[in-house]
Nanobody, 125 residues
Framework: QVQLVESGGGLVQAGGSLRLSCAAS????????VGWFRQPPGKEREFVTA????????TYADSVKGRFTISRDNAKNTAYLQMNSLKPEDTAVYYC??????????????????WGQGTQVTVSS
């Protein structure tokens, strides 16, 4: 089992950057794939990006390609989401998640086993 805690959210102007962190408890973090999801106000939770357990492969939603970068440091039990060129439509609560299984059905919320509590990101225009 793994517990996840996100941090790094906040208020930023359009065009700015933020880096979110996802800190995991336990000694099995390195065996899990990690994903980031977001839930805009009044909308459903949506897939943003995922990284495989060893960090060798990543996948991104089209809406964030070229602007967001996912990474992980298994020695620190932490995953990161670097967000650049932020837009007002990126405003959402951002969640990290963990599971095993590679990228199969990675965009499906229900396929992820462990979730953090979320961190708010607000991008002003």
């Amino acid at each position: 089992q793994v517990q996840l805690v996100e941090s790094g959210g906040g208020l930023v102007q359009a065009g700015g950057s933020l880096r979110l962190s996802c800190a995991a408890s336990g000694n099995t973090f390195s065996s899990y794939d990690v994903g980031w999801f977001r839930q805009p106000p009044g909308k459903e939770r949506e897939f943003v990006t995922a990284i495989i357990w060893g960090g060798s492969a990543r996948t991104y939603a089209d809406s964030v390609k070229g602007r967001f970068t996912i990474s992980r440091d298994n020695a620190k039990n932490t995953a990161y989401l670097q967000m650049n060129s932020l837009k007002p439509e990126d405003t959402a609560v951002y969640y990290c998640a963990a599971r095993s299984g590679g990228f199969r059905q990675a965009s499906m919320v229900s396929s992820w086993r462990y979730w953090g509590q979320g961190t708010q990101v607000t991008v002003s225009s």
